[in-house]
Every structure is written in structure tokens, then in C-alpha cells.
């Protein structure tokens, strides 16, 4: 963690505030690729990550670009039974990485995914909060900063519950509400409520001048085979179009195409992981990957052909996951990952995810913290203009498809 140890030292701060340590006694955390019983966890978390799976984030971390060389914060207990169990993981990376700051703060690493829960244990998520906050401090950080998470979660809620104790409380640094899909009602029911009767005879209509190219074909691959098949149909389409001409398709780049191709069948292998492809007879025109973890599935990314435009194929696609995961009763719910007021997703899935960026203080008046705070927000600023702007241009090219 030389950043970390590097920025302390850059603000002039030596001094021990509550519990801290110098700074120049602080312990590396170790690489992500050394965690063990990592799969355990996943079983037994107490909010669902489906890019925090082992074998999703392990092979990000293995070739993905600017994804490697992860860190572990970590937190274990003793356990008669196994001698150590694996409570709580966060894939971690230095403010410098995560923002190019020269700040005291641990982050989350991105999983190639809109959102990096860290993973705690059910029955010891305060156990599991208290002694990754520690390691934080020890690696000389004087804050976490949690991207990407839900504010309404259980994962959020142990961190209150730790800070409270004492005297603090997470800062909310930004945040957003996106598409999700309550998986338990009859999905018949909800499109109707959602898209209303014109919408959907316009939609079925679509459908029908769709077939005129063939029989229209709703298909999920989970099987050993068959998925990696799929795989590649989905890499093809999502590699097409306004998708490629950004050049941010996951089949052109190496590193990213070789962490695909290794999750995806590592985890459809464990009941993790579809991919849903729509066909038009022998044509594949709409494909996505759609993970799971325990009661929660998440929508990753969906690839046309945009030769088909005109007949909605994302959209038709959506509306045969909302019926597929709707009548499964292992789901409950499922969250789109999709970026906030998605011309595509939000008007079908009318349930909303808060989701934002929670920066979590480790020591108790800590004067870093309102530089932390503001070095974040001055960024933000900066590059808001920018963000929106390339958004608006996707938002144009997007909701053709």
C-alpha cells in the first residue's frame, strides 16, 4: 500500500489519531489471488454480489484491463471446524489507482460491473466490519470508500452499526436510483402496469414483422457446451455496431475477451450464470449474460444486431428475461446494473435500486476526512460535465437499439 502510505505522509499528518498507527508501520494487504475460502463466503453472504462471485472477480483480476493486481481486505475468525473462516471480503485498490488522488483511502476495486458490494458473512457481518476497518487502518488508510453499493443494503447497515459504536457515520459522496425487477410478481401482470396496452401492441407487433425473418426464439444456455457457444454469439453482437465503433465491446480487447470466456463457464458450471439469446430463426439478433447469486439476479450486458433496430431486439429480449426470471422462484429480485434513467430498461422494469458512493471514516475526528471529502467532490465536479455529455450522446444511440 505504498500510496496509501505515501499520500499520509504527502499531508503532513504523522501523528496517531485514536487507534492509528504511524504511518510508516503500515502493513501491506496482501494480493486478492492469495484469499482461500472465498467461495464459502459467497454462500453465505448476507447481500448478493454477482460480481463479487470468486470466479467473477478472479478472473477480472487475472487479465481484464486496468482490473489486475487487486488487493484483499479481508477479515477472518477462528473456527473449530476449519481452523479460519473467511467472514468478509472487499477487492480492494489505493485512492491513486481508483482516482488518480494522492488520498489515505482504501476503495473497492470495479469488478467489470456497476456494483461492488463486499461480501460479509451472514451470522458475523459485525465481526467481519470491525476487523476489515482494523486492517484498513493497519495498511495506513484512514478512510474506505464503498462504490457502487446499495444505500439501502444490509452491507451499508453492518457499516453504521460499526461506526455508531463509535460516534460516526457514513457520508454519502453521491448517488442514484436505476432500474431493478421485482421477480416475485406474475411478470405478465407487471408488463401490463409497466408498458401499458398500446405500448405492448406496439411491441407485439414488432415482434411479428421480427418473424418475417424467421421464428422468433427465446433461448438460455447454462450447460457445459452450449454456454460457450452462447458466449461467443453474445461476444459477436455486443461487438457490433455503435458498440465497436466506442471500442468498448469486451471481445476487443485480449485481456477482456480471456476473462469472459473464464468466468462465464466457471460460474454457469455452478448455476451461476445464463446467457439469454433471442433468434430470429437461425439469426441470433439480442443476446445477454445474466448472473446469480443467492435470491438475486443481475442483468450484465446485452448485445444486438442492430441490423434489426427497427424491430426493438433488446427490448424484446427484455421482456423475455423479465417472464424467465419472473417464474423462477430462486429469484427475488434482479437488478438491472444498468446506468440511472436507461432509455431502454426503465420504462419495463419500474422498480428502483438506490445505489452510491459511500465514504466510510475509520477514525473519529479525524481531520483528513473533510480533505478527503472535498478532494472527491472537486474531481467530481471537474469531470461531471464531460460524463454527461458522453451519456447524453449514448442515451441518442442507445434507445435505437
Given at each position: 500500500?505504498?500510496?496509501?502510505?505515501?499520500?499520509?505522509?504527502?499531508?503532513?499528518?504523522?501523528?496517531?489519531?485514536?487507534?492509528?498507527?504511524?504511518?510508516?508501520?503500515?502493513?501491506?494487504?496482501?494480493?486478492?489471488?492469495?484469499?482461500?475460502?472465498?467461495?464459502?463466503?459467497?454462500?453465505?453472504?448476507?447481500?448478493?454480489?454477482?460480481?463479487?462471485?470468486?470466479?467473477?472477480?478472479?478472473?477480472?483480476?487475472?487479465?481484464?484491463?486496468?482490473?489486475?493486481?487487486?488487493?484483499?481486505?479481508?477479515?477472518?475468525?477462528?473456527?473449530?471446524?476449519?481452523?479460519?473462516?473467511?467472514?468478509?471480503?472487499?477487492?480492494?485498490?489505493?485512492?491513486?489507482?481508483?482516482?488518480?488522488l494522492p488520498l489515505p483511502a482504501l476503495v473497492n476495486a470495479d469488478p467489470y460491473g456497476t456494483l461492488a458490494t463486499p461480501l460479509l458473512?451472514?451470522?458475523?457481518?459485525?465481526?467481519?466490519?470491525?476487523?476489515?476497518?482494523?486492517?484498513?487502518?493497519?495498511?495506513?488508510?484512514?478512510?474506505?470508500?464503498?462504490?457502487?453499493?446499495?444505500?439501502?443494503?444490509?452491507?451499508?447497515?453492518?457499516?453504521?452499526?460499526?461506526?455508531?459504536?463509535?460516534?460516526?457515520?457514513?457520508?454519502?459522496?453521491?448517488?442514484?436510483?436505476?432500474?431493478?425487477?421485482?421477480?416475485?410478481?406474475?411478470?405478465d401482470d407487471l408488463l401490463r402496469e409497466a408498458l401499458g396496452p398500446k405500448k405492448l401492441k406496439e411491441l407485439r407487433r414488432?415482434?411479428?414483422?421480427?418473424?418475417?425473418?424467421?421464428?422468433?426464439?427465446?433461448?438460455?444456455?447454462?450447460?457445459?457446451?452450449?454456454?460457450?457457444?452462447?458466449?461467443?454469439?453474445?461476444?459477436?453482437?455486443?461487438?457490433?455496431?455503435?458498440?465497436?465503433?466506442?471500442?468498448?465491446?469486451?471481445?476487443?480487447?485480449?485481456?477482456?475477451?480471456?476473462?469472459?470466456?473464464?468466468?462465464?463457464?466457471?460460474?454457469?458450471?455452478?448455476?451461476?450464470?445464463?446467457?439469454?439469446?433471442?433468434?430470429?430463426?437461425?439469426?441470433?439478433?439480442?443476446?445477454?449474460?445474466?448472473?446469480?447469486?443467492?435470491?438475486?439476479?443481475?442483468?450484465?450486458?446485452?448485445?444486438?444486431?442492430?441490423?434489426?433496430?427497427?424491430?426493438?431486439?433488446?427490448?424484446?429480449?427484455?421482456?423475455?428475461?423479465?417472464?424467465?426470471?419472473?417464474?423462477?422462484?430462486?429469484?427475488?429480485?434482479?437488478?438491472?446494473?444498468?446506468?440511472?434513467?436507461?432509455?431502454?430498461?426503465?420504462?419495463?422494469?419500474?422498480?428502483?435500486?438506490?445505489?452510491?458512493?459511500?465514504?466510510?471514516?475509520?477514525?473519529?475526528?479525524?481531520?483528513?476526512?473533510?480533505?478527503?471529502?472535498?478532494?472527491?467532490?472537486?474531481?467530481?465536479?471537474?469531470?461531471?460535465?464531460?460524463?454527461?455529455?458522453?451519456?447524453?450522446?449514448?442515451?441518442?444511440?442507445?434507445?435505437?437499439?
Open positions: 500500500m505504498a500510496e496509501i502510505a505515501n499520500a499520509a505522509h504527502a499531508t503532513g499528518s504523522r501523528r496517531e489519531i485514536g487507534l492509528a498507527r504511524p504511518v510508516a508501520k503500515s502493513a501491506a494487504l496482501p494480493p486478492l489471488g492469495s484469499l482461500e475460502r472465498w467461495r464459502n463466503l459467497s454462500a453465505t453472504a448476507i447481500e448478493p454480489n454477482g460480481y463479487y462471485l470468486p470466479d467473477w472477480e478472479t478472473a477480472v483480476n487475472a487479465t481484464a484491463r486496468n482490473r489486475t493486481g487487486v488487493l484483499a481486505l479481508s477479515a477472518t475468525i477462528d473456527d473449530f471446524a476449519s481452523s479460519a473462516r473467511l467472514i468478509g471480503v472487499m477487492p480492494a485498490v489505493s485512492a491513486w489507482r481508483a482516482y488518480k458473512d451472514r451470522d458475523f457481518a459485525d465481526d467481519a466490519v470491525a476487523i476489515m476497518m482494523q486492517h484498513a487502518r493497519d495498511a495506513g488508510a484512514h478512510a474506505l470508500i464503498l462504490r457502487d453499493i446499495p444505500i439501502h443494503g444490509a452491507v451499508l447497515t453492518a457499516f453504521t452499526r460499526a461506526l455508531e459504536q463509535d460516534g460516526m457515520r457514513p457520508r454519502i459522496l453521491s448517488s442514484h436510483v436505476r432500474a431493478c425487477l421485482d421477480a416475485t410478481r406474475d411478470a414488432q415482434r411479428n414483422r421480427l418473424a418475417e425473418h424467421g421464428e422468433v426464439i427465446f433461448t438460455i444456455a447454462s450447460a457445459p457446451g452450449e454456454i460457450e457457444r452462447a458466449l461467443e454469439v453474445f461476444l459477436d453482437l455486443e461487438a457490433s455496431g455503435w458498440k465497436a465503433e466506442r471500442g468498448t465491446a469486451l471481445k476487443q480487447d485480449a485481456g477482456d475477451a480471456a476473462f469472459i470466456r473464464r468466468a462465464v463457464p466457471a460460474l454457469a458450471a455452478k448455476g451461476q450464470c445464463e446467457i439469454v439469446t433471442l433468434h430470429a430463426g437461425e439469426t441470433p439478433v439480442a443476446s445477454a449474460i445474466v448472473l446469480r447469486h443467492l435470491d438475486r439476479a443481475f442483468y450484465f450486458k446485452l448485445g444486438v444486431d442492430e441490423r434489426f433496430a427497427k424491430h426493438s431486439p433488446g427490448v424484446q429480449l427484455t421482456l423475455e428475461v423479465t417472464r424467465h426470471l419472473c417464474a423462477d422462484p430462486a429469484i427475488k429480485l434482479v437488478d438491472s446494473t444498468a446506468a440511472p434513467d436507461h432509455p431502454m430498461i426503465d420504462p419495463i422494469w419500474r422498480g428502483r435500486l438506490a445505489i452510491g458512493d459511500v465514504l466510510i471514516p475509520l477514525y473519529r475526528r479525524d481531520p483528513l476526512i473533510p480533505a478527503i471529502r472535498f478532494a472527491l467532490f472537486a474531481r467530481r465536479a471537474v469531470r461531471e460535465p464531460a460524463r454527461r455529455i458522453v451519456h447524453f450522446i449514448r442515451h441518442i444511440r442507445e434507445k435505437k437499439s
